[in-house]
């Protein structure tokens, strides 16, 4: 992705606002709110067309906020793709 996203917001501390949630992040390979969702508390799902690369980034940067992350490759505005049962 150029430019990159930032996503680090170093000064940022969560208050577990999303304490053992999920958030749901479609488009998520470009690591928009990837790392404030987790800092939160929230373990993320990603959805991604084709960035597998900048996708991974996002469950490491996700798993270094200690919570998990669900990497899911697809494209959501394709109706068969979602039928499909993930």
């Known amino acids: 992705m150029s430019p990159l996203a930032l996503y680090d917001a170093p000064f940022y501390l969560g208050s577990d606002k999303l304490k053992d949630k999920f958030a749901i992040v479609s488009g998520g390979d470009s690591g928009i709110r990837r ?16 960035e597998d690369k900048d996708a991974e980034e996002t469950a490491d940067a996700v798993a270094r906020e200690g919570r998990r992350c669900l990497v899911i490759k697809g494209d ?10 993930r």
């Open 35 to 50: 790392v404030l969702f987790a800092r939160e508390g929230a373990d993320i799902v990603i959805l991604h067309l084709d």
């Open 76 to 85: 959501v505005k394709d109706s068969r793709w979602l039928r499909q049962g």
